[in-house]
């Protein structure tokens, strides 16, 4: 037993030793722009570079776009596969964890191809259909998280009654969909959107292929250019993760606080 | 369409199909448009030349030395780096669930594996530079303080080796979430069974738990490799378009024709697609086979 819990530590710490060391790394270079002193210098040069006020706040606008987008067409799909067509299943969810499988960059490639100056729907021909176009691939890219997400809410609760109670109170199916399923698959929704959010706003293939100044693009410029700026960058990017996966936890322990009072 | 599981009254009558499948359109047309057709598009342009007739020219011309060591190099790193995350990961999760070890320890684990999963492509490149690159702060450390020169040694963090290194920052993580609530799903009464019945803990191991643990092992692993298969930002910020991986290789092709055949972008896309796919097919195949052996 003693032997046992000995190795476990070993490959614990071995582990640790691994994953903190990048991020010691990454923390204690951000802090050496100043010649032999510690400082912020680095996170004040990037903070005020307005290159970065304006990718960093384009991404985020694109993440929050793309958050609602996704869940405009997730929440409605997967409530209406669960009640009406549950013969459809399967093939929804295949299809919703084909982004896994089909390597972004080929997603993109068929974009520029499919959506060119040239075609029938000349999406990258203007800024606000490249905005559209790139705002629909990063849904694609959220879609097996936020499906599965909601579809997992949406087992925990009786969708069928639910929907019966409101119908019976007259109630419309936007109408259902908005004041009754929602609200019961909010905290998926949230932990689906957190991670989107994590996903999309230091994404860098689709951006960089369909050139838009977005945060990813700026960060690779930043790698090419500097030295410092771009471990402060990736300390900043991974407190948004951080943040990101610690909002979920804390709205997930919330939600089962609530569901066990019941 | 008739069967409903519920009692909803539907609209009577002809416009009930209609309004059946009405509720989907918004989800088909999506995909349809933005993952499916795309994807298509890719696969019909592989076999196509520039005028639009049917080819197999494109595909033949992947034969050069360097496509192939593109792909060789990528079928590699994406085979070694999912064999590791799954090694590693699936030894670090054994211990958080068998190892006695404190319970304090699961939660802050399993939240940091969350974070480090997704914690991939540019920032975590430049973690990596800023830690074991040229200047990085374990290169001077050893260097300065200890007399070990990694240069010296032979290890640089731009190589492919440098590059599973940082893969494994993401894959490892994986696998511990994926892994973990399979783990927690072994019963005690399984492991009690094989001792009593005289199997010692590796032969408990090799017969008991691996077949059971089969289907989300090679599951993880499918996953893993497409990860890392398809990853372009990591490799990227790592060293530009120094790496011959297939997708770096796609990405300065889609960018600026550097193959100078427009149509061979499409027959390198396609050939990713096909091998993603074929890892995805094996999983299934074999788990399909591995689930019935458990039933």
Redesign the interface.
């Known amino acids: 037993?003693t032997l046992?819990?000995i190795?476990?530590?070993i490959?614990?710490l071995l582990?640790a030793a691994?994953?903190l060391?990048?991020?010691?790394?990454?923390l204690?270079?951000?802090l050496k722009m100043k010649r032999g002193v510690y400082s912020f210098e680095a996170y004040r040069v990037v903070l005020r570079d307005p290159q970065f006020q304006q990718t960093f706040s384009y991404s985020v606008i694109l993440a929050l776009l793309t958050i609602v987008i996704g869940t405009?067409?997730?929440v409605?799909?997967a409530y209406?596969?669960r009640?009406?067509?549950?013969?459809?299943r399967p093939v929804?969810e295949f299809?919703t964890l084909?982004?896994?499988?089909?390597?972004?960059?080929?997603?993109?490639?068929?974009?520029?191809?499919?959506y060119n100056t040239s075609s029938v729907l000349p999406l990258t021909g203007s800024w606000i259909g490249t905005n559209i176009l790139v705002l629909?691939?990063y849904?694609?890219l959220a879609?097996p998280y936020m499906y599965r997400a909601v579809d997992t809410g949406l087992r925990a609760i009786d969708v069928?009654t639910l929907?019966?109670a409101a119908?019976s109170l007259g109630a419309s199916w936007t109408r259902i969909l908005a004041t009754v399923i929602l609200p019961n698959v909010l905290v998926s929704v949230l932990s689906g959107a957190f991670?989107t959010f994590?996903?999309v706003i230091?994404?860098?293939?689709f951006a960089?292929?369909l050139n838009l100044n977005t945060f990813?693009p700026y960060?690779?410029w930043m790698?090419?250019n500097r030295a410092y700026e771009?471990?402060a960058?990736?300390v900043i990017?991974?407190g948004i993760?951080?943040a990101?996966?610690?909002l979920?936890?804390l709205f997930t322990r919330f939600s089962k606080f609530s569901s066990a009072k019941r | 369409?008739t069967?409903?599981?519920?009692?909803?009254?539907d609209t009577p009558g002809r416009r009930k199909l209609p309004l059946?499948?009405l509720?989907?359109a918004?989800?088909a047309i999506?995909?349809t448009?933005?993952?499916?057709?795309?994807?298509?598009?890719?696969v019909v342009?592989a076999f196509q030349t520039s005028t639009g007739s049917f080819t197999l020219d494109n595909i033949r011309q992947l034969n050069t030395d360097l496509i192939r060591s593109a792909y060789f190099i990528s079928i590699k790193i994406s085979l070694v780096s999912a064999v590791l995350g799954c090694a590693?990961g699936f030894?670090?999760a054994a211990?958080?669930v068998?190892?006695?070890?404190p319970k304090w320890?699961r939660a802050p684990?399993m939240?940091?594996s969350?974070?480090?999963s997704?914690?991939a492509?540019?920032?975590?490149?430049?973690?990596?530079?800023?830690?074991?690159g040229p200047v990085?702060?374990?290169t001077v450390f050893l260097r300065d303080d200890i007399g070990i020169n990694l240069r010296v040694l032979g290890f640089n963090l731009l190589t492919y080796y440098g590059l599973i290194i940082v893969y494994?920052?993401f894959q490892?993580?994986l696998m511990i979430l994926i892994i973990t609530p399979a783990l927690d799903g072994m019963k005690r009464e399984w492991r009690e069974a094989a001792s009593i019945l005289g199997a010692s803990t590796l032969q408990y191991w090799w017969f008991v738990a691996l077949p059971i643990l089969f289907p989300s092992l090679l599951g993880t692993f499918a996953?893993l490799f497409?990860?890392s298969?398809?990853a372009?930002?990591t490799a990227?910020?790592l060293a530009?378009p120094a790496f011959t991986l297939v997708?770096i290789t796609?990405?300065s092709q889609?960018?600026g024709d550097v193959l100078g055949n427009p149509q061979l972008?499409f027959a390198l896309?396609f050939g990713?697609?096909l091998i993603?796919?074929i890892a995805?097919v094996i999983y299934i195949v074999l788990r399909t086979r591995a689930e019935r052996w458990i039933k």
């Open positions: 037993m046992r819990r190795w476990s530590w490959i614990i582990g691994y994953f060391l990048p991020l010691f790394g990454m204690q270079f951000s405009l067409i997730v409605p799909t209406w596969v009640l009406k067509l549950p013969r459809l929804v299809i084909l982004p896994l499988v089909i390597p972004p960059i080929v997603i993109v490639f068929g974009y520029i191809r499919l629909f691939g849904t694609t879609l069928a929907t019966e119908q991670l994590a996903i230091g994404e860098y293939v960089a292929l990813g960060m690779v790698g090419g771009p471990s960058l990736a990017a991974f993760t951080w990101c996966m610690g979920i936890q | 369409m069967s409903t599981t519920t009692s909803v009254p059946l499948w509720g989907v918004p989800f999506f995909v448009m933005f993952l499916l057709l795309p994807t298509l598009n890719i342009g590693i030894a670090i211990s958080l068998f190892g006695d070890l320890l684990l939240t940091f969350g974070v480090a997704n914690f492509g540019v920032p975590l490149a430049f973690a990596f530079i800023a830690t074991l990085g702060v374990i494994l920052f490892i993580p996953l497409a990860n298969f398809g372009v930002a990227y910020a530009g997708p796609l990405f889609i960018r972008g896309a990713m697609i993603t796919g995805n």
